[in-house]
């Protein structure tokens, strides 16, 4: 397995179900690859559609080191709460193979959320893969990586 960084932009999600019915909804996203994990901010906007499912707009960077066996790419979608615990919105897992060994090794895709086994909206990320040989080229000519 290729090792590098996997460079992934958050960019937004489709069809979330609103959890408060007075509060304003304040998502944010926790990504984890292997042993790694980071959290967004909570999103900058967020529209309703015509039936009422939230789209939450982040376009936010997020950069982690591949290592031998991370295989995947989980997002747990959340929606922050001040007094009780955050609600769990759903979570979409995406595997890295397609984008460790596809040869322009940048992709936009998007994945399913899940949330108890039902599909509850879509995530729109952009995941780029730069093996550890094109990181170092990439350091010196474009002022390194932000970790």
Not at 90 to 110: C, M, R, V, Y
Request: glycine share 6%; aromatic share 8%; charged share 25%.
């Amino acid at each position: 397995m290729p090792q590098g960084k996997l460079e992934i932009v958050l960019i937004s999600a489709l069809g979330l179900e609103k959890t408060d019915l007075l509060d304003e909804m304040e998502s944010y996203a926790i990504l984890t690859c292997g042993s790694q994990e980071q959290k967004s901010t909570i999103a900058k906007e967020i529209i309703a559609d015509a039936a009422g499912k939230m789209a939450p707009t982040w376009n936010e960077t997020f950069v982690f080191n591949i290592t031998e066996g991370t295989s995947e790419l989980t997002v747990k979608l959340m929606d922050k709460d001040h007094i009780t615990k955050d609600d769990f919105l759903g979570q979409a897992i995406i595997p890295l193979s397609p984008f460790l060994f596809h040869e322009d090794k940048s992709l936009t895709p998007t994945y399913n959320v899940i949330k108890d086994e039902k599909y509850c909206g879509t995530l729109l990320v952009t995941i780029k893969f730069f093996p550890d040989e094109e990181c170092s080229a990439r350091e010196k000519s474009c002022g390194g990586f932000e970790d």
